[in-house]
């Protein structure tokens, strides 16, 4: 649909990308960028300038022509007030809850396996056979559900890691 629109013939729009373009285009449906927008922007201050953003989209229309502009323009971040504190430093190990599926369309599955290496006191949390992203609490999947609650009431890590299956039949939000 996108080579047809940039070929300039006509095209229409489905309901669900539609409603994606939406989400990432607009304020529909902020709770998920709101939370996503203050995890990034916490981290470290971003440029203020447009023209920095404008050189970026320039640089990126001829490797990137259908995307390009969007993943470079200005954002949220450049209006976010700064950080408050320096950046996590975490140097050689830390006691975190990793959690993945197998099928992650943003964060590949094999990247939380290397961090898990990487965090020997960590624990990895794998939702098996669920082909999207941010499972906890969206996926509606019991197993990894309870062992985050648990995690967060309780700020103790779970004694192993854990593999959960997908529930059959389940439709995520």
């Not at 729009?13 to 990432?24: N, T, V």
Request: with cysteine; aromatic share 6%.
């Amino acid at each position: 649909m996108l080579n047809e629109a940039a070929a300039g013939q006509p095209t229409r729009l489905s309901p669900q990308f539609a409603g994606l373009l939406r989400f990432a285009l607009t304020g529909e449906q902020s709770h998920h960028g709101s939370v996503q927008s203050a995890v990034i922007c916490g981290d470290v201050a971003a440029p203020r300038d447009p023209e920095v953003y404008w050189r970026a989209i320039e640089r990126s229309r001829a490797a990137y022509p259908r995307f390009g502009a969007l993943a470079n323009n200005i954002g949220p971040c450049a209006f976010w007030n700064r950080p408050r504190e320096k950046p996590t430093q975490v140097k050689h190990d830390t006691k975190a809850l990793i959690v993945s599926a197998t099928g992650d369309t943003r964060t590949a599955h094999k990247g939380a396996v290397a961090l898990h290496g990487l965090l020997p006191s960590s624990k990895l949390i794998t939702l098996k056979g669920a082909n999207r992203h941010a499972i906890y609490g969206l996926y509606e999947n019991v197993c990894v559900d309870n062992k985050v609650n648990q995690y967060l009431a309780t700020g103790r890590l779970p004694a192993n890691d854990r593999t959960c299956s997908k529930q059959a039949g389940l439709q995520p939000r």
